[in-house]
């Protein structure tokens, strides 16, 4: 490839969140009309999220 042209942009590769950003979004929406001391933490996202389970792509088929 010569020096001169430019890089070929890739397109933005899906992250492990993927799956889970519309629950994220909607934790953190009703969150906003929350007073500020009931807001989620990272770490009480985090435990909703285990306690959901992986989201239906990702579970296995009995």
């Given at each position: 490839?010569?020096?001169?042209?430019?890089r070929?942009?890739?397109?933005?590769?899906?992250?492990?969140?993927?799956?889970?950003?519309?629950?994220?979004?909607?934790?953190?929406?009703?969150?906003?009309?929350?007073?500020?001391?009931?807001?989620?933490?990272?770490?009480?996202?985090?435990?909703?999220?285990?306690?959901?389970?992986?989201?239906?792509?990702?579970?296995?088929?009995?």
């Amino acid at each position: 490839m010569s020096q001169n042209q430019p890089r070929k942009k890739l397109p933005p590769r899906a992250t492990a969140l993927d799956p889970y950003k519309s629950v994220i979004d909607g934790i953190l929406r009703t969150d906003l009309d929350a007073p500020r001391k009931q807001w989620h933490t990272i770490t009480r996202i985090f435990h909703r999220l285990v306690t959901r389970g992986p989201p239906a792509c990702h579970r296995r088929a009995r």
